[in-house]
């Protein structure tokens, strides 16, 4: 190395109560990102109607944006990082507000889906950048709380705005769902420019060109797999081909980084400490889950239940706010117990929740018999992901902190993606499984609809005849058996999750510092470029 990197910050740091402020506005620029994230699924028919495309093209127009935003979540919050946190937070704000105002007014199919990859392209300005500046800028003895509120947003603000999506589309139209993250970005962006300080890195090292594009690449390819594969098949020669360009350009990324090693964009080498790799792992799994509960909940609230959408949403916000409220709390209990401690407590109760989801659930005993189970597991995930998170950003020193958020959100959206593909195709197969052996008597048109999911078979009770009651029941019982079989596979995975926090997850709050400084020693600051 060169010599030590210098850090450039604003000459007198922010007092307690801009340090709110700087909380409340990059908190909002969050909640606008997460929003849009789930924001159109509950609108996939109003899509199809409006713009006349298949299902395939409705699923594009939701999954292009999660795809533009992780596949440039490492580069840009490296960019952020040597050119100014708070040029590009302000960047971010007017590329995503801009791309949502297109989305709304968009005439076709093609116009919403460049806007939409716009949109994503905002977002991974934003998203990184939210969580640099809060490490960069809180003191340490408040950094752990304010990590929380962050991670609490992150968390349960999908819901939220899934709620509040549900709203628009039920009282006005889908192109509303976009005035809301316009509004959100309006005010972060007011708050931004008046509260941020803007705080950068210098290198001694150019930028890593190589690094950034092979991660574009790397992530493009194994979301676009995760993505694609439930609805083209996990055999289609373009899934096939999505894998082998993402595996591979995963290889070179990992061979190329360790080749740059101090220089590198991210020091794959820090993966063999317990912070960073205990928190990454953590929160892979913890939101692969959480993504994966949603692809099951929303059909038993609407096929089994008979809910709307935006009922449906409403019955989550328990399970979302308690997450918030958890998350708040994790940092003075891992304060107290150590993270590992309350990381291997939240793991438990959020697979004891996934337990008693998949032991009460039945189509007689409805919300009850799920409410108890979403409510341990939302604790449990609020407990989790702030330590996890924290663990991740002290993992890196403080000139790479836009480095440490990107790949905290990386670690979410490749967890959320794996969650959805993995958690959804075991409900299929066990929905499949049990219906087949429910179908005697019932005529074959119906049948074949019927296994093709529960809702095509309520569709298809109208044509069922005398059999028409007795297929949805069978359909209803048979997606509950499918959902018995999601959730005791993620009960499995959170059983491995725990003993491995267990083993290798931070053992004191020693081992996960409150975020590295600017005056550390240079041997302490292992990634720097």
């Not at 098949?233 to 591979?248: D, E, I, Q, Y």
Request: aromatic share 6%.
């Amino acid at each position: 190395m060169s010599g030590p990197d210098k850090s450039t910050l604003e000459p007198t740091g922010p007092d307690a109560r801009q340090r709110r402020t700087i909380l409340i506005a990059v908190c909002i620029a969050l909640m606008a990102v997460i929003a849009s994230v789930s924001g159109l699924n509950v609108a996939q028919p109003d899509l199809a109607i409006t713009f006349d495309v298949a299902q395939s093209t409705v699923l594009w127009i939701i999954n292009i944006y999660t795809l533009g935003l992780a596949a440039l979540l490492l580069p840009l919050g490296a960019i952020g990082d040597r050119f100014g946190r708070k040029p590009m937070l302000v960047a971010g704000l007017a590329v995503f507000g801009a791309a949502n105002v297109v989305a709304a007014l968009a005439p076709s199919a093609e116009i919403i889906l460049a806007a939409r990859l716009a949109g994503g392209v905002g977002a991974a300005m934003i998203m990184p950048i939210t969580l640099a500046v809060i490490t960069s800028t809180f003191p340490p003895a408040e950094r752990g709380q304010a990590i929380g509120v962050w991670t609490g947003v992150a968390g349960g603000g999908g819901i939220i705005g899934m709620f509040l999506s549900a709203a628009l589309v039920d009282l006005v139209t889908w192109r509303w769902l976009f005035a809301l993250p316009v509004v959100l970005v309006v005010i972060a962006l007011v708050m931004a420019l008046r509260s941020v300080p803007n705080s950068r890195e210098t290198s001694g090292h150019p930028f890593d060109t190589v690094g950034a594009l092979t991660s574009v690449v790397a992530m493009v390819g194994l979301i676009f797999v995760l993505q694609e594969g439930p609805e083209r098949g996990w055999t289609a020669p373009l899934t096939l081909l999505g894998l082998v360009v993402g595996v591979a350009a995963a290889v070179a990324f990992v061979a190329w980084e360790l080749r740059r090693r101090d220089a590198a964009l991210l020091d794959v080498r820090l993966f063999g400490e317990r912070s960073l790799a205990g928190g990454s792992i953590t929160l892979l799994v913890v939101f692969g889950v959480q993504a994966g509960i949603f692809v099951v909940l929303f059909p038993f609230f609407q096929a089994v239940l008979g809910w709307s959408a935006l009922v449906s949403t409403l019955a989550m916000m328990p399970m979302a706010v308690l997450m918030m409220v958890a998350s708040s709390l994790a940092p003075r209990l891992a304060q107290r117990v150590g993270p590992r401690v309350t990381m291997a407590a939240g793991i438990l109760l959020a697979g004891a929740g996934l337990a008693l989801m998949a032991s009460a659930v039945s189509v007689d005993g409805g919300y009850p018999s799920i409410l108890p189970g979403m409510l341990t597991m939302g604790l449990g995930m609020g407990l989790s992901m702030t330590p996890s998170t924290e663990a991740i950003t002290s993992a890196l020193p403080r000139e790479r902190q836009g480095v440490a958020s990107a790949l905290n959100d990386v670690t979410r959206e490749l967890g959320t993606a794996l969650g959805i593909a993995l958690l959804g195709a075991l409900l299929s197969a066990g929905y499949r499984s049990a219906v087949d052996a429910r179908l005697d008597g019932v005529p074959d048109g119906a049948a074949d609809a019927a296994r093709q999911g529960v809702a095509n078979a309520l569709d298809a009770a109208a044509d069922a005849g005398p059999q028409a009651q007795e297929l949805v029941r069978a359909a209803q019982e048979s997606f509950v058996e499918g959902w018995q079989s999601a959730m005791w596979a993620g009960v499995v995975v959170m059983a491995v999750l725990f003993v491995y926090v267990l083993v290798r997850g931070p053992r004191s709050p020693s081992d996960t510092p409150a975020g590295p400084t600017a005056d550390q020693p240079e041997p302490a600051r292992a990634a720097a470029g």
